[in-house]
């Protein structure tokens, strides 16, 4: 077997372990409110958001193609497999480390500050492909703003909607709507997080000539990498639920419904114009944004500190750490 071989079937292996990480370190945020709130048993939700984890997986590709296009072009490495591999390497070596913690740090920041920092160690700073990269970049940093945002306004309208309520009746029937949003929000984690594992397999198999330039995700591809997350999501992240699910504000099942609605909605959207974006910091932004609309002091700001310290981070760590193991990995290949 040739050293390309190996290279690529270790790329494949350790994507799709990345995406089984993703499953159960991501996916938890998707089912936090829900299970904080009563509304689906543990085992419940994690069984819905596997299943719709692995059909979010399968519904697009876009988020793919800008992985495996709009960080560096593939053609341009001189070692290629090497970047790629040590980029997948740190960025499961640090959501490990955070899911350790219970920190809901984020995989896109991980994966994409990784892809970045042994792109860097490989071929310099002109490797990277700056348009591409810093519009996606761009997207990390404004779609958890605009996540508290609408947040924030939207458990504003509810409010307003449902002042003179019940609130027994009213928390009653948010917990039914609750299984729905949390479908919906799992849907979404899926459409988006998922691909990012596509891309780098599809990157991974153009610069190695397994593919032609321009050439559309596999479908074998997207098989294997949703079955991945489906089967990291039935683990659960229970870590990650606590933190999310109770350690930023106290989520009554209105709380939790506009949470998941926004978390949703900002993700399908980068999903459409086929952006690849944190679901940590949106989901979790969403949730401070209700939470400050609810009312400011019910939020743990201490918890959402830690939290914004982490995905502050994230990007130069995972870099450092890619390109450490870049110049390790070319000393065995």
Same mark, same amino acid.
């Given at each position: 077997?040739s050293?390309?071989?190996?290279?690529?079937?270790?790329i494949?292996?350790?994507?799709?372990?990345?995406?089984?990480?993703?499953?159960?370190?991501? +996916?938890?945020?998707?089912?936090?409110?829900?299970?904080?709130?009563?509304?689906?048993?543990?085992?419940?939700?994690?069984?819905? /958001? /596997?299943?719709?984890n692995? =059909?979010?997986a399968?519904?697009?590709?876009?988020?793919?193609?800008?992985v495996?296009?709009?960080? =560096?072009?593939?053609?341009?490495?001189?070692? !290629?497999?090497?970047?790629?591999?040590?980029?997948l390497?740190?960025?499961?070596?640090?959501?490990?480390?955070?899911?350790?913690?219970g920190?809901?740090?984020?995989?896109?920041?991980?994966i994409?500050?990784?892809?970045?920092?042994?792109?860097?160690?490989a071929e310099?700073f002109?490797?990277?492909?700056?348009?591409?990269?810093i519009?996606?970049?761009?997207?990390?940093?404004?779609?958890? #703003?605009?996540?508290f945002?609408? !947040?924030?306004?939207?458990?504003?309208?509810?409010?307003?909607?449902?002042?003179?309520?019940?609130?027994?009746?009213?928390?009653?029937?948010? @917990?039914?709507?609750?299984?729905?949003?949390a479908?919906?929000?799992?849907?979404?984690?899926?459409?988006?997080?998922?691909?990012?594992?596509?891309?780098i397999?599809?990157?991974?198999?153009?610069?190695?000539?397994?593919?032609?330039h321009? /050439?559309?995700?596999?479908?074998?591809?997207?098989?294997?990498? /949703?079955?991945?997350?489906?089967?990291?999501?039935?683990?659960?992240?229970?870590?990650?639920?606590?933190?999310?699910? !109770?350690?930023i504000?106290?989520? @009554?099942?209105?709380?939790?419904?506009?949470?998941?609605l926004?978390?949703?909605?900002?993700?399908?959207?980068?999903?459409?114009?086929?952006?690849?974006?944190? +679901?940590?910091?949106?989901i979790?932004? !969403? #949730?401070?944004?209700?939470?400050?609309?609810? @009312?400011?002091?019910?939020?743990?700001?201490?918890?959402?500190?830690?939290?914004?310290?982490?995905w502050? #981070? +994230?990007?130069p760590?995972t870099?450092?750490?890619?390109s450490?193991?870049?110049?390790v990995?070319?000393?065995f290949?």
């Amino acid at each position: 077997m040739s050293l390309v071989f190996i290279l690529t079937i270790l790329i494949i292996i350790f994507a799709l372990g990345f995406d089984f990480i993703n499953g159960f370190h991501d +996916t938890a945020n998707a089912i936090a409110t829900s299970v904080s709130t009563k509304a689906l048993k543990p085992r419940h939700a994690i069984i819905l /958001a /596997a299943v719709m984890n692995f =059909v979010g997986a399968l519904t697009f590709t876009g988020v793919a193609k800008t992985v495996s296009k709009d960080i =560096v072009d593939p053609f341009t490495l001189h070692n !290629g497999s090497i970047v790629i591999l040590a980029a997948l390497i740190a960025a499961i070596s640090w959501n490990l480390i955070t899911w350790y913690y219970g920190i809901p740090s984020s995989s896109s920041h991980a994966i994409i500050g990784s892809i970045a920092g042994a792109a860097v160690a490989a071929e310099g700073f002109n490797s990277l492909n700056y348009s591409g990269f810093i519009k996606i970049i761009e997207a990390l940093i404004l779609s958890p #703003i605009l996540a508290f945002v609408v !947040g924030y306004i939207l458990y504003s309208i509810f409010k307003v909607v449902f002042k003179n309520f019940s609130l027994a009746k009213t928390n009653r029937g948010f @917990r039914y709507i609750q299984i729905a949003t949390a479908a919906l929000q799992s849907y979404s984690h899926g459409t988006n997080d998922a691909q990012k594992s596509m891309g780098i397999i599809t990157m991974a198999l153009i610069a190695n000539k397994y593919l032609p330039h321009n /050439a559309e995700v596999p479908f074998w591809v997207q098989v294997s990498c /949703a079955i991945a997350m489906g089967l990291g999501t039935s683990i659960g992240g229970w870590k990650i639920i606590k933190t999310v699910g !109770g350690k930023i504000m106290k989520i @009554r099942p209105v709380n939790g419904v506009a949470a998941d609605l926004t978390g949703a909605a900002i993700i399908f959207g980068a999903t459409y114009i086929h952006l690849p974006v944190s +679901t940590t910091h949106v989901i979790s932004s !969403g #949730i401070l944004g209700v939470g400050a609309s609810h @009312r400011l002091k019910g939020v743990k700001w201490g918890t959402a500190q830690r939290m914004i310290i982490t995905w502050i #981070i +994230t990007l130069p760590i995972t870099a450092l750490i890619a390109s450490i193991l870049y110049f390790v990995l070319n000393l065995f290949f």
